[in-house]
């Protein structure tokens, strides 16, 4: 006789509308990935813009709307999804319940949980335990989200983490992590390879080539990465830096770039489509990261998957990816000079982009992330 395949409710903040709809990246893979091995319901919180069941990747979304709603705003949403998840909890259509980001969705899932006999699982994939008020970042300068995020948190059977440095910031919190897991979202290492077709990635020039990949809003630091060029820039004028992202600082940014007589060695790029991705990153001699906060940075892994040596401070996973050069502070200058030391030796870059490569493929591809969420659905729904 056949097992029957465990039923999980995914409940997030949004999901793809559409097979091409690339919104959150790392979490379709993770869909795609989880589907062979388990039958899934995806709660979509906020994204996309309807309220209207459909079907995408052969999964059924369950949306609410709720678009940008904030403050008492979004309570008839989260109201709404708490008794769709509660409704198939109590019907026995799921056998339990994840949450991805611990604030709306830990909220939703755990207190749907509540009195079904399920144990809900919530993983922080955010900045959720996190405050940096100098640039208005952080989950914790929100006190509905600190309620919601610690409600869930002490709540949830179990929690996974993306980095050892999000482990320590739950301690820090006064959280009990000592059974928190520790689950990088993985990448798919078929496509992110130091290999393959450019596709339809821009040709990035530069020699050395420099690229950030990311938001441009300010707790990537992309003012920081400004700053570090143009000392990198006095040294070797023939560097160019690419961005890749859109945000609320790119006027500003290209002011300044401006200002520092860098308009010609500073590309923006904008956002490109994450099939495409690959092809840029392996035009790169290095990826730059300079955030002030990363939960992991999925940026990071994919950089290390396609063979790139990542430079920049302790945050997220990359103090844990091999080859990575490590930033004692988010200071302009340390950080410059850690580029143009590991730019100075070609072989050695090349050296670290493989042992990047080879900790990824340890650590980080899809499918060990489905392999290790399959098993501790297993163990949270084991009763």
């Given at each position: 006789?056949?097992?029957?395949?465990?039923?999980?409710?995914?409940?997030?903040?949004?999901?793809?509308?559409?097979?091409?709809?690339?919104?959150?990246?790392?979490?379709?893979?993770?869909?795609?990935?989880?589907?062979?091995?388990?039958?899934?319901?995806?709660?979509?919180?906020?994204?996309?813009?309807?309220?209207?069941?459909?079907?995408?990747?052969?999964?059924?979304?369950?949306?609410?709307?709720?678009?940008?709603?904030?403050r008492l705003g979004r309570l008839p949403m989260i109201v709404r999804a708490m008794r769709a998840v509660r409704a198939s909890l109590r019907a026995d259509q799921l056998d339990g319940v994840h949450a991805l980001w611990a604030h709306e969705p830990g909220l939703v899932a755990t207190a749907a949980s509540v009195g079904t006999g399920r144990r809900p699982l919530v993983s922080l994939l955010g900045g959720e335990l996190t405050d940096l008020p100098d640039i208005g970042y952080g989950g914790q300068l929100s006190r509905f989200n600190r309620w919601a995020s610690n409600l869930a948190l002490r709540r949830a059977h179990?929690?996974?983490?993306?980095?050892?440095?999000?482990?320590?910031?739950?301690?820090?919190?006064?959280?009990?992590?000592?059974?928190?897991?520790?689950?990088?979202?993985?990448?798919?290492?078929?496509?992110?390879?130091?290999?393959?077709?450019?596709?339809?990635?821009?040709?990035?020039?530069?020699?050395?080539?420099?690229?950030?990949?990311?938001?441009?809003?300010?707790?990537?630091?992309?003012?920081?990465?400004?700053?570090?060029?143009?000392?990198?820039?006095?040294q070797l004028p023939q560097a160019r830096l690419h961005l890749v992202g859109e945000g609320a600082l790119r006027q500003r940014l290209m002011e300044t770039a401006r200002s520092m007589d860098l308009a010609a060695d500073v590309r923006f790029h904008g956002t490109i489509d994450h099939v495409d991705m690959p092809g840029v990153y392996r035009q790169a001699d290095v990826v730059v990261v300079t955030s002030y906060f990363e939960s992991q940075s999925v940026v990071a892994v994919e950089a290390a998957a396609c063979g790139r040596?990542?430079?920049?401070?302790?945050?997220?996973?990359?103090?844990?990816?091999?080859?990575?050069?490590?930033?004692?502070?988010?200071?302009?200058?340390?950080?410059?000079?850690?580029?143009?030391?590991?730019?100075?030796?070609?072989?050695?870059?090349?050296?670290?982009?493989?042992?990047?490569?080879?900790?990824?493929?340890?650590?980080?591809?899809?499918?060990?992330?489905?392999?290790?969420?399959?098993?501790?659905?297993?163990?949270?729904?084991?009763?």
């Amino acid at each position: 006789m056949t097992a029957r395949r465990l039923r999980i409710g995914l409940v997030v903040p949004g999901f793809s509308a559409d097979e091409h709809d690339w919104w959150i990246p790392a979490l379709r893979d993770l869909v795609v990935g989880l589907r062979e091995h388990i039958d899934l319901t995806v709660f979509a919180l906020r994204y996309p813009h309807t309220t209207s069941p459909y079907r995408v990747f052969d999964v059924p979304v369950v949306p609410f709307g709720g678009a940008e709603a904030r403050r008492l705003g979004r309570l008839p949403m989260i109201v709404r999804a708490m008794r769709a998840v509660r409704a198939s909890l109590r019907a026995d259509q799921l056998d339990g319940v994840h949450a991805l980001w611990a604030h709306e969705p830990g909220l939703v899932a755990t207190a749907a949980s509540v009195g079904t006999g399920r144990r809900p699982l919530v993983s922080l994939l955010g900045g959720e335990l996190t405050d940096l008020p100098d640039i208005g970042y952080g989950g914790q300068l929100s006190r509905f989200n600190r309620w919601a995020s610690n409600l869930a948190l002490r709540r949830a059977h179990a929690v996974t983490v993306g980095s050892e440095s999000l482990r320590d910031l739950g301690a820090q919190r006064g959280y009990a992590v000592a059974g928190w897991h520790r689950l990088p979202l993985g990448v798919d290492t078929r496509k992110f390879s130091p290999q393959g077709a450019p596709g339809n990635a821009p040709q990035l020039d530069g020699h050395p080539c420099l690229l950030s990949v990311g938001a441009l809003v300010p707790v990537k630091g992309p003012e920081l990465l400004l700053e570090c060029f143009a000392t990198v820039h006095q040294q070797l004028p023939q560097a160019r830096l690419h961005l890749v992202g859109e945000g609320a600082l790119r006027q500003r940014l290209m002011e300044t770039a401006r200002s520092m007589d860098l308009a010609a060695d500073v590309r923006f790029h904008g956002t490109i489509d994450h099939v495409d991705m690959p092809g840029v990153y392996r035009q790169a001699d290095v990826v730059v990261v300079t955030s002030y906060f990363e939960s992991q940075s999925v940026v990071a892994v994919e950089a290390a998957a396609c063979g790139r040596t990542l430079i920049g401070p302790a945050v997220g996973v990359l103090p844990e990816i091999d080859g990575a050069e490590i930033c004692v502070s988010h200071d302009a200058s340390a950080i410059a000079a850690g580029l143009l030391q590991a730019l100075s030796d070609r072989n050695l870059l090349r050296r670290r982009g493989a042992l990047a490569r080879a900790w990824v493929l340890r650590e980080a591809t899809v499918r060990s992330t489905v392999d290790k969420l399959v098993q501790l659905y297993e163990e949270v729904t084991h009763q």
